[in-house]
């Protein structure tokens, strides 16, 4: 009675949502009727051996009959959690096309939430509407998403936006950098 291979799931970075499929022949019953355990834990009902994270495991089968399997290494790779990697907030003005900059890391595409020049771009401009320039701020969104067991994940960025203001004439004596100016 011998295991044959493993069939894995990498894990999630630091994640317990890897699996090992156990794949063991020559025992009495079917693979079904199999238990395993890892290292020293508790012997448990059927191969499939799920919640695990990224590391090496030694694996031990026994089949119908109790019969132990020697033991393997299996080891369990890990995904990389994907990263918006958006930046920073900022202050822009009313009439600014401002251009936004991300670098998305370990996703297999990302997704911005809000309204930006190019949705598809890394690198989109946004341009005040005129419901964020009377908010006088917007929250856009970026998502890198994944197809592996990652989750994904979500940064945002707030762009305080400030209004025009038309000058005013002021005239008299007033202080204009610390030095006393008549205008």
């Not at 399997?69 to 907030?89: H, I, M, Q, W, Y």
């Not at 598809?120 to 401009?125: D, G, N, R």
Request: with cysteine.
């Amino acid at each position: 009675f011998v295991i044959d291979h493993f069939e894995y799931t990498k894990a999630c970075d630091d994640m317990s949502n890897g699996k090992i499929t156990v794949v063991a022949q020559g025992g009495t019953g079917t693979n079904i009727d199999y238990e395993y355990k890892l290292g020293d834990g508790d012997w448990k009902s059927g191969v499939v051996i799920d919640n695990v994270k990224a590391g090496t495991y030694t694996v031990i089968v026994r089949d119908s009959n109790d019969c132990p399997s020697k033991s393997k290494k299996a080891v369990v790779g890990k995904n990389l959690r994907p990263e918006p990697n958006l930046c920073e907030d900022a202050t822009i003005c009313e009439d600014t096309e401002y251009p936004l900059s991300s670098d998305p890391k370990n996703c297999s595409s990302f997704e911005w939430e809000g309204t930006v020049s190019d949705p598809e771009s890394k690198t989109p401009t946004y341009t005040p509407s005129a419901a964020a320039i009377s908010a006088g701020s917007v929250t856009l969104k970026l998502t890198a998403k994944d197809t592996t067991n990652c989750p994904d994940s979500t940064e945002s960025v707030t762009l305080t936006i400030v209004k025009k203001t038309k000058p005013t004439m002021v005239t008299g004596s007033v202080r204009v950098c610390g030095l006393d100016t008549t205008l």
